[in-house]
């Protein structure tokens, strides 16, 4: 057996390791559950947190927050109707009816169970491709590296805004940050003006921080008043376990789930919403009990359930094995294996595949621990959904400040990350997507690298990004996605327009 | 959306041409056949630029169903307010330390957020800062600042 593998489940099997995989998956399902805090801020306000833990305890404390905030998300929309997270929208459209009727707990069970069940498809998923696309990329060179982040960015700012422009701009924004500070290829000071802050860069957390958490912050200024009572009522849970008659029902929406989401999620930019609704309507039109959609089937829980946490595990192929994030909580893994000296990439299982394989065996664990730590401790965990908001938006703010300022023990740190926030407030007036600017700050600087090298090799001849099949695939792709973005939108505003002017 | 659209799409040109006049201006050097650490913010610029104007155009474009996301029924002082206790902790925060400077900020979102409670926004503000604080300085070995109270906290 490859002494990888034996070594990464050793490393993630050890105590510490386990206890931080079973903290992480109790802090997901408490941040999953609360509408208005997204996974994404979940793990930035609780990384500053891991900078003293060694790098698997790190990973495995925020690997268990992703896979747990998934399940998490479904909580709130099963009792309120109001998704934790975007990615359990779909789960509500079953869950809540069957809530209503007074069977909270058995929609809860099924979508804890099916959640399970997708996370652990989607780990075999990771644990048998994430090696052999390693091996496959490690044949790729500079150019083929430009086009493969080029491609990476470009599928992300077409998937993830309304607006391809505004997609593109945001991207570029994040590209302009990322010159900031010393030229990866000379050492030259750019855009400093002569601050020693600045000679380093901003820091991609500082930046990420502003960005998710004080936009959210300004939301909840909003969201969720007068919401007490229903919140309350949300407590009154019966039986969790599924039975047998269930879990038969069951069988074939997992069975769609599962693979979609664990599909999907290798895809960049695809995400948790997509797959879920793609698997909720695929298990719909195949069903018996189709009629029974929409008002509390069992079926329409599990097959989104299955599949937003089956993205979980395909995102993480493509971060671990390319170094592309497939979404933001993937960017954010990959800044937090940067802050450990670790970059994701294929060299990952080559230097470091002990921990590479460990991160692998940590997120079944998470899975574990999602399954175990949701059923014993659903009926106090679902009290956290009466956690005023007078106090949970305080802590996240204090939180914010002291993370920023514990990354270079800097308050400079602290006013850029206040810059950011008015960025994101700023891009979400203009209906701005902030996921390329943040996928840009993780891949800006391999993309600049793998770009001057690559023309440094050639004399400046561009020409040597069409030598190699891999890069002309990759650039085909990229090329593909933004005409078939340009495309989608045009066909969406036309098909509008229309059914505005009837 | 069109309005905010154009306003937004003038003030990125003018950001861009003031990154372009900028790069310009950075330090060049003479090796071999390496890019010039302008190379790749010239590549950016010009993006951007094209981009700016994209969204220009579309803005001066007629109408399409672009909607104008609807504004969140909260009274603009909240925000004001916010605005200004954030400032205000930001630019105490290096003198007062964190724990000084967290309190009166901690109480004044609280109060921000809706709570009226005196007894809960003492409670909630003394209790949660100084949990915060030591449990950064003791557990996670930051060492926060403790500005004005330097002499009386550990």
Redesign the interface.
Known sequence: MNPDIVDGFAQASMMSSLIATGIGSLLGLVVGMIPGMTISTGIIIVLPLTFVLEPTISIALLLGLYVSGMTGGSFSAILLNIPGTPSASATGLDGHPLAQRGEAGRALGLAITASFIGGMVSFAGLFFIAPLLAEIALRFQSPDLFSLVFFGLTIICSFAAKSVIKGLLSAVIGLMIVTIGQDPMMGSQRFTFGQVNLIAGIHFLTALIGLFAIPQLVDNFVELIGDKETRYEAARIKRVLPRWADLKRIRLPVAIGAPVGAFLGILPGAGGPIAAFISYDYTKRVSKNRDEFGKGAPEGIAAPESANNAVTGGALVPMMTLGIPGDPVTAILIGALLIHGLAPGPLLFVENGGFAFGVIFSFMYANFFNIVIGFLGLRLLVKVLATPNALLMPTIALLCVIGSYALRNNFFDVYVMFGFGLLGLAMRWLDMPVVPLLLALVLGRPLEEHLRVSLAASQGDPTIFFTSPFSVVFLGLAALSIFWSFYAEHRSRRLSDGATRQ | ?RR??LI?AVF?LAIGIG?AV?TAH??T?D?G???Q?????W??AV??LV??A??LI?GLLPA???AV?KA???APT??LW?GVA?VV??AA??TLG?LAA?VP??LA??Y????RRPL?LLG??IG??LA?FYL?RGV?????PSGILSGVIS
């Open positions: 959306m905010r659209n937004a990125l990154y900028l950075l330090p050097r090796i056949s390496t890019t650490p302008s190379f790749f913010p590549v950016v993006l951007f981009l700016s994209a969204l579309q399409t169903s672009n996301p969140p029924d909260v909240k925000y916010g954030f902790y930001l925060l290096p964190f967290n900020f901690f979102l609280m921000l957020y809706g709570e809960w909630g503000s949660i800062s915060l950064f996670f070995l930051i060492l926060l």
